[in-house]
């Protein structure tokens, strides 16, 4: 695996060193030695997918309260997403800051997001598939989001939003959040 800072302190990409032959290729996607000697949380208990119908479907943006706050890795397994993090650790140098990552089947690219980020996606492609690992289990009662298009943050999406939930459309801006 390679481990490259991702722009954001915590977050990381992880690519594939792929070993190949007349066969193909085989590669490490997950260590928990790697990943503890980078600094990442190692741990990973619960893996989800979300399948994708249409292109520009939004997804986001996520994140649990502590203290079931989770660090995921999250990886495109077929067709395209573009990949956004928002640092919401109020003590981090990076606080409010974004980054987007594409990720596809074709680069097989994850992202690191560290816990007290919100995470989301926006599809490039009809039909893509995302798996995340993430290192604690999902609670309902923890669920939080920031909007997708909150001014907070600035985020440029690169498709127009096709499809959106209520819930992720609806979410309150951060400004109000933090005022709470």
Known sequence: MIITD????????????RREDERGFFA??????????????????????????????????????????????????????????????PDSPTFTRW????????????????EGFAHGFQTLVDGAEVAYQMSAVHVADAERGVRWDDPAFGIIWPEPVRVISERDRTYPDFVTQAAR
């Open 6 to 17: 991702a722009g954001l302190a915590g977050a990381c990409i992880v690519e594939l060193e």
């Open 28 to 89: 490490r996607s997950w260590s928990v030695g790697e990943f503890a000697a980078h600094g990442l949380n190692p741990s990973l208990v619960e893996c989800d997918i979300s399948f994708n119908h249409r292109r520009g479907t939004l997804r986001g943006m996520h994140y649990q309260a502590a203290p079931h706050a989770q660090a995921k890795v999250v990886r495109c397994t077929a067709g395209a997403i573009y990949d956004c993090i928002i640092d919401l650790r």
């Open 99 to 114: 980054v987007g990552v594409e990720l596809d089947a074709e680069n097989r690219r994850a992202l690191y997001v560290p």
